[in-house]
């Protein structure tokens, strides 16, 4: 009896654990479902902002422009008025004075026939010799209606139907971006981001990625181009960060709508280069070396083991100098102060000729010379532990796959015994050499 009660007992506990999940679970979905229902509110709402506020602006700027115009055409409508009426004008003034004289000369005509007497006709010999010195034939010429302007505003209908053709199709909503982030992944002291293009009738030309701590400050753009992945550096670890990615479209000035921001971290250590190295200068994070002119020479190495088997570690020659044979950049198990360069025993480099070292020995295979702007991967993963020839202990076999300008070397790396971390490196002789790791 006691082993049956107890048995349910255990059962009922299990579905209560059971409840407590699926509770838990539902919660989840019900914060999810509210995630997103305010997403669309949200969304909706901005954009009707900024669609009131887009039409708002541009009705006022067609205003604006169609005010002017109209002013424009008014003031030419005036100078054409004052420029016709000014001849006309004067012709009048002259009209107006030939009557002026004619009324005079009706007059005194007039004053002198009836003055006239047998004897006194002086007044008629004056008004006669008076009307000899006036042109009574010389009349000024009016101009005919044809030949002066008849203003008339020539106003095409079809701008109407252009403008309404335009408006009509003038703006879109679109119900998601179209291109979204895809993926986040942790980087030492950074993030790589990836996107794709969520609508298959975009055709992208250039993306556009920006950041910004989470819920501070505004966002900043890191990246404008055709990739559609970008490894975002200088980030702080375990702290959040926000990202988003916009497009253009072919042919197009404008920027697409912002994806859906997405919030990133970083919790793996950034890489750094060891400080106080008389013959190297570093930035202000240390993932910068450059190699300066002090006499002391030497590897550089990293301040700590930090390059882990199934990472990409990435060395990126951002300026270079003259070159030595010695010169390498590479992963070591071991620091080895006094050490001249890194082509030497369990350490793997490249040289700045593209030659590739294992445990100091020059393999068959090369990769491109360091230029200015190249860029060298290393990555690793463990492939098998095996017993030695010396029967003293295992051996640990490394995959390494190296690649520089789109050319790789594949090899196997043996080590005497298993390691789950490497330093890396770099040395060279000449000062002007700078190189950033991540």
């Known amino acids: ?53 887009h039409f708002s602006d541009l009705k006022g700027t067609l205003r604006k422009l169609l005010d002017e115009r109209l002013v424009s055409l008014l003031q ?30 009706l007059r ?17 010999c004056n008004f006669t010799k008076k009307a000899l010195h006036i042109q009574l034939d010389s009349l000024p010429e009016v101009p005919s209606l044809v030949d002066v302007p ?19 199709s003038h703006g879109t909503v679109a119900s998601r971006p179209p291109v979204q982030i895809e993926e986040l992944i942790e980087k030492p002291g950074g993030i790589l981001v990836r996107w794709c ?13 920006q950041y910004r701590k989470s819920n501070t400050g505004h966002f900043e753009d890191v990246y404008v181009g055709s990739d559609t992945e970008f490894i975002v550096l200088h980030i702080d670890p375990n702290i959040d960060y926000q990202f988003r ?5 072919d042919g197009r000035q404008e920027w697409s709508p912002w994806s859906v921001s997405q919030i990133g971290r970083s919790t793996l250590v950034p890489h750094e280069w060891t400080t106080g190295f008389e013959g190297y200068s570093l930035s202000s994070r240390r993932n910068i070396a450059l190699r300066n002119d002090s006499q002391a020479g030497g590897v550089l190495y990293s301040k700590a083991p930090t390059y882990y088997c199934g990472q990409t570690l990435t060395f990126r020659i951002e300026a270079v100098g003259q070159t030595d044979k010695k010169d390498s950049i590479g992963i070591c198990v071991e620091q080895r102060n006094g050490r001249d360069s890194l082509q030497r025993d369990k350490a793997v480099c490249v040289s700045t000729n593209g030659a590739v070292f294992v445990n100091g020995k020059e393999m068959t295979n090369q990769l ?27 051996n640990f076999k490394l995959r390494v796959t190296i690649s520089s300008n789109n050319r790789e070397v594949v090899f196997d790396w043996v080590l005497d015994q298993c390691c789950g971390s490497f330093y ?7 000062p002007g050499w700078k190189v950033l790791v991540f």
């Open 1 to 53: 009896m006691e082993l049956e009660t107890e048995a349910l007992l255990q059962e009922a506990r299990e579905s209560i654990e059971a409840a407590r999940l699926y509770r838990r679970e539902l919660q989840q979905r019900l914060k999810g479902l509210h995630l997103a229902r305010q997403q669309i509110k949200d969304s909706a709402a901005l954009t009707r902002d900024v669609l009131e506020q």
């Open 108 to 124: 005194d005509g007039e004053s002198a026939i009836h003055g006239v007497t047998g004897e006194n006709n002086n007044k008629l």
């Open 150 to 168: 008849c203003l008339s505003a020539q106003l095409d209908d079809s701008l109407l139907t252009v403008v309404r053709s335009q408006i009509v």
């Open 424 to 430: 890396f490196g770099c040395s060279f002789s000449c």
């Open 76 to 105: 030419e409508v005036d100078a054409i008025e004052e420029e016709s009426i000014k001849p006309l004008d004067e012709c009048q003034k002259l009209i107006e004075h030939g009557v002026g004289t004619a009324d005079e000369l």
């Open 245 to 249: 990615v916009c497009a253009r479209g």
């Open 197 to 209: 293009k969520v609508d298959e009738d975009f055709i992208p030309q250039h993306y556009r990625l």
């Open 368 to 394: 491109p010379a360091f230029t200015s702007g190249s860029a060298v991967t290393f990555d690793m993963e463990a492939v098998t532990i095996g017993p030695s020839n010396n029967n003293e202990g295992g």
